[in-house]
């Protein structure tokens, strides 16, 4: 009997060790870790905070209902403080200290390519979302091998510089200049609206640029300046934005302006006052304050009536739901971060008025632009 019961101790240890040897990493029976880096000091902090708030309420009220297939929603959060150095760094120490199954909602292109090329792009990990509108993140996974663990749900910066070049251009606009982020958002940027121009037979009248994290805009506002451009199309985020309108405006230049969904509309009226007013904003997320659209009304209600709506948390909210999708369509059993990737590639869902859809050979989700004018009091109106 003795023997009998080494035995049987022995098959139990092995079975349990074969368990533990074909657990995912992240996940256990009742949970699931999740990892992000987004700019919560810095420059792009707001967005960052935004971001890392409605994620982590919507993960709270998942969980509060019984969590994804039984397992509770757990979030771990870095700062980068918009430094892409960093946001790689802390992809690499989410994936081999905290241990998370998969990543979402970074903030930032060049801190999302440079971390699916340097960190969770070889150690195959997926990432759910991000903000950012980069052509690197929407290439065919045959072209990178890492893009295949890269689902992006927004459109990319190229058509939201197609939506606004050819509005400027139907305008009967001529002389449009670019002030761009001397990085890859500004550049994807600053390529696709010369793209869409050269559409309409037009080229940039004047490009200059500022750096990552900088308001040196001395030499950029000569530049455009020079040009009197009838229209400038500015690829930056607000603090260097703001600075462009108030230096051209002060040279009693008073172009139409027009921005990118990444200059956060709120702050840039908060930076401006009622300066900001008639400033264009390509969005890529429905209208927040939309009361017919179901995923609007969902949202509204998820925030409450004592919240702010924004695009940024409306983003925020849309990642959210999509990284629950698809882990839910991953399965309860052996769940694994390739059952995950195959989930996210077998989406083609309409969440409410705004669709998503992926392949095996197209991990970008969305073409939506929509062009809104920063109106009366702050208010943006579509």
């Not at 092995?14 to 699931?32: K, M, N, R, W, Y």
């Not at 197609?162 to 600053?190: C, H, P, R, S, W």
């Not at 009838?230 to 027009?258: D, E, G, I, Y």
């Not at 882990?327 to 998503?356: C, H, M, P, W």
């Amino acid at each position: 009997m003795k023997a009998i019961r080494l035995i049987l101790s022995a098959c139990l240890l092995g079975l349990t060790a074969c368990q533990a040897a074909f657990a995912e990493t992240g996940v256990t029976d009742t949970s699931i870790t999740l990892g992000m880096s987004v700019p919560l000091t810095g420059p792009a902090s707001a967005h960052g905070q935004e971001l890392k708030a409605v994620i982590g309420n919507y993960f709270e009220q998942v969980n509060k209902s019984g969590g994804v297939n039984g397992r509770k929603l757990q979030l771990t959060v870095l700062d980068d403080a918009y430094d892409p150095e960093k946001a790689v760094a802390n992809t690499t120490t989410l994936i081999e200290t905290n241990k998370v199954f998969a990543l979402l909602g970074y903030y930032g292109s060049t801190a999302l390519t440079d971390a699916m090329n340097k960190a969770f792009g070889p150690a195959k990990v997926p990432m759910i979302g991000g903000i950012s509108g980069a052509m690197s993140l929407r290439q065919p996974p045959a072209g990178n091998p890492n893009n295949r663990y890269m689902f992006i749900q927004r459109a990319s910066y190229a058509d939201e510089a197609e939506a606004i070049g050819t509005q400027l251009a139907t305008l009967g606009l001529k002389n449009i200049a670019v002030f761009y982020q001397n990085d890859g958002f500004g550049k994807a940027g600053l390529e696709g609206l010369t793209t869409a121009l050269k559409k309409h037979n037009l080229t940039p009248s004047a490009t200059a640029s500022v750096e990552r994290n900088s308001t040196d805009i001395g030499k950029a506002v000569e530049v455009i300046a020079k040009a009197a451009p009838q229209a400038v199309v500015m690829v930056t985020l607000f603090k260097p934005t703001a600075a462009m309108v108030k230096a051209l405006r002060k040279a009693n230049q008073s172009p139409m302006f027009m921005v990118l969904s990444p200059v956060g509309a709120d702050q840039l009226t908060q930076e401006l006052g009622a300066d900001a007013r008639g400033i264009g904003i390509s969005q890529v997320m429905p209208y927040p304050w939309n009361d017919t659209l179901p995923i609007a009304k969902e949202y509204q209600h998820f925030i409450g009536k004592q919240g702010t709506y924004s695009y940024m948390s409306m983003e925020g909210f849309i990642i959210a739901k999509l990284a629950v999708e698809a882990i839910r369509k991953a399965g309860a059993k052996d769940l694994t971060r390739e059952k995950l990737v195959t989930a996210l590639e077998s989406i083609n869902q309409d969440f409410g008025g705004y669709r998503i859809a992926f392949s095996p050979s197209n991990h970008a989700g969305s073409q939506f632009v929509q062009l809104t004018v920063i109106g009366a009091g702050g208010k943006l109106i579509k």
